[in-house]
């Protein structure tokens, strides 16, 4: 009789243990989902800026326009503020297609 009682004894803590492994198992995945947000939240958010077909990026600090023309890639500086890109893109267009022809 006692191998029943044994074996009933060892029946219920190993389903309680099963239980436990559950509940770890979804606090476990809570987890690594909550890792995955504050590594989302630490990315830099990149925008896309554009300004007519130019796209604008951001490096150190900076703002440059750049453009396909042709094949060839090319970079316009705009400063460390968006102000007054269209002009600075403009007045670069206008010298570039004025040496084109």
């Known amino acids: 009789m006692a191998g029943k009682s044994d074996f009933k004894a060892l029946k ?48 150190g600090g900076y703002y440059r326009a750049y453009q396909r023309i042709k094949g060839k890639l090319h970079g316009v500086y705009v400063g460390k503020k968006l102000n007054g890109a269209r002009a600075k893109i403009d007045a670069w267009e206008a010298n570039f297609f004025v040496k084109q022809s």
């Open 12 to 59: 219920s803590q190993n389903g309680r243990l099963r239980k436990k492994l559950e509940e770890a198992e979804k606090r476990i995945k809570e987890l690594e989902n909550s890792i995955i947000e504050i590594e989302e939240l630490k990315q830099p958010e990149k925008k896309k800026i554009k300004v007519g077909n130019w796209n604008i990026v951001k490096s």
